[in-house]
């Protein structure tokens, strides 16, 4: 496989592989014991949060809170906010550059993925 060249190439290959290894966790892993966050759930969610976070920033539009879902949603939640962090990108006026929030997010992604 090809290793990624742009800045949104690694954002999409790292949400696609972070998103995967989350949804094969079983609940019991999701839901256990994982410092410094409380649960691997939780780690997720966090990392949900601050992608969102990103795209309202990107967008010029206010923070929201991410809503806790079931620990079987993380992946998810993950996979949606990645995917509008993306759109929001996408969207950004020509000549913005907006890759070192992308690789932030992405190296965001990478850091989870490796400690789940």
Not at 20 to 37: H, K, M, Q, S, V
Not at 88 to 99: F, S
């Amino acid at each position: 496989m090809d290793e990624p060249r742009t800045p949104v190439e690694r954002l999409e290959a790292d949400l696609r592989r972070t998103v995967d290894r989350l949804r094969t966790l079983g609940l019991a892993r999701l839901g256990a014991t994982f410092a410094p966050e409380p649960t691997r759930a939780d780690a997720a969610r966090d990392v949900a949060q601050r992608l969102a976070d990103l795209a309202a920033d990107l967008h010029g539009a206010p923070r929201r809170t991410v809503p806790r879902l079931a620990d079987a949603a993380v992946g998810d939640q993950v996979a949606v906010c990645g995917h509008d962090l993306l759109a929001a990108v996408a969207a950004l006026p020509a000549g913005r550059d907006a890759d070192a929030d992308v690789l932030a997010a992405a190296d965001l992604l990478l850091d989870l993925r490796r400690r789940v």
